[in-house]
Structure formats: C-alpha cells, structure tokens
T-cell receptor, first 116, second 114 residues
C-alpha cells in the first residue's frame, strides 16, 4: 500500500459528461501529480501541485482542470468527455515535488475511466 | 524535449531466464534515471534509480547502469520469477530544467511463465 488513495476505482460515463477524480496524498506529502495512462500514449504527465499551488503543467487538455485543496487532497475534473479520454488516471505524491532531490513518487492504484 | 524510449513489449520469458529491457533517453540537461514497476491492478512503484554516470541502481535482483556515453539505462535480471510479471517503466528527471517532473517511457510488459 503506497498510502495514496484514489477514488473512485472505476468510472463509466457517456460522451459529453463531466467527472471528478479524487486523490488523497500520503500523509506528509505536499506535492500531488496527475498522470494519464493509455495503451497508445503510455504514461503522460498532466499536472503537478505543491501545497495548493500549481507547480508544473504537462499535456493537459483545456477541457481538464485540477486543484489542490488546503487539506492537500486533489481533484481532477474532466469535462466534455470524449471516447479518447478513456484511460487509467493515476495520482502520485511526494514530499516536496522538487526534482533536484530525486524524490520517489508514490502512486495510487488509479481510476479507470471508461467513456461510452 | 526530454524523452525516454523503451523496447516494445510484451516480453515473454520462462522462469529463470535472463531479462534485459532496453531504455535510452534524450535529455536537455543532466538527468537522473529511474525504473518503476507496475504490478497488475496496482500503481507504479520505484524499483531502482541512478543519479550520475556509471552509477548502478539495484533492487530485488534487478540492476541498471547509467551509461552517459550511450544515453542508456537498460534493466537486467539474471533469473526472472513468475512474480516479476509486471509492466516496467523507464523514467528520467532533469534537475536543472525547473520543476519538470518525471518523464516516463511507454512501459514494457513482462510475462514470466513457469
């Protein structure tokens, strides 16, 4: 158990809908990352937060948004869903989110999103 | 930009066979290199890492050596077990490129059969 909790584990929805994925980081970790895993693209970095502030942005679509709350949990909002958004969405956390420290990332088990 | 290229899978081996999963990278700065493993139904977890040239990372019988001259970080294990069946991801982090988080390869699925 990595200590990172993601809910829900599975989500099935229709095109055009909006969903929210939730992540609780490990106790003491201030930084949260979101990754999208699909068969063709592999593991793609979406966005990173540190202590409530956005720190880095990757290949995140404009239809997607995220935030980190004062209690450090994070939510990833996906709107106007398309079939191609079907993927496994991972959250990861680390203590400072500072790559110069070569910190280990701890991953949750992921949310499997299926858009029908 | 920074990128990681891994050998395509799936890789299927018999128990006790030798494993090599190739990984090469392109980086704008001086990267640290990592291997993460994803067991079925779980998130990724760090397997090993190396932070400078010629460093060897090792864990659970797996090894990888940071080769700057060939920009490679190949994963090896002398004798695989069924329990090693998983997806393996090579990744890099470049510390002098601001706050760039880990960049992952596409993953290589390993299946070990008894």
């Amino acid at each position: 158990d990595s200590g990172v909790t993601q809910t829900p584990k599975h989500l099935i929805t229709a095109t055009g809908q909006r969903v929210t994925l939730r992540c609780s980081p490990r106790s003491g970790d201030l930084s949260v990352y979101w990754y999208q895993q699909s068969l063709d693209q592999g593991l793609q970095f979406l966005i990173q937060y540190y202590n409530g502030e956005e720190r880095a942005k990757g290949n995140i679509l404009e239809r997607f948004s995220a935030q980190q709350f004062p209690d450090l949990h994070s939510e990833l909002n996906l709107s106007s869903l398309e079939l191609g958004d079907s993927a496994l969405y991972f959250c990861a956390s680390s203590v400072t989110g500072n790559p110069t420290l070569n910190e280990k990332l701890f991953f949750g088990s992921g949310t499997q999103l299926s858009v029908l | 930009g920074d990128s990681v290229t891994q050998m395509e899978g799936p890789v299927t081996l018999s128990e006790e066979a030798f494993l090599t999963i190739n990984c090469t990278y392109t980086a704008t700065g001086y990267p640290s290199l990592f291997w993460y493993v994803q067991y079925p139904g779980e998130g990724l977890q760090l397997l090993l890492k190396a932070t400078k040239a010629d460093d060897k990372g090792s864990n659970k019988g797996f090894e990888a050596t940071y080769r700057k001259e060939t920009t490679s970080f190949h994963l090896e294990k002398g004798s695989v077990q069924v329990s090693d069946s998983a997806v393996y991801f090579c990744a890099l982090s470049v510390s002098n490129s601001g706050n760039t988080p880990l960049v992952f390869g596409k993953g290589t699925r390993l299946s070990v059969i008894a």
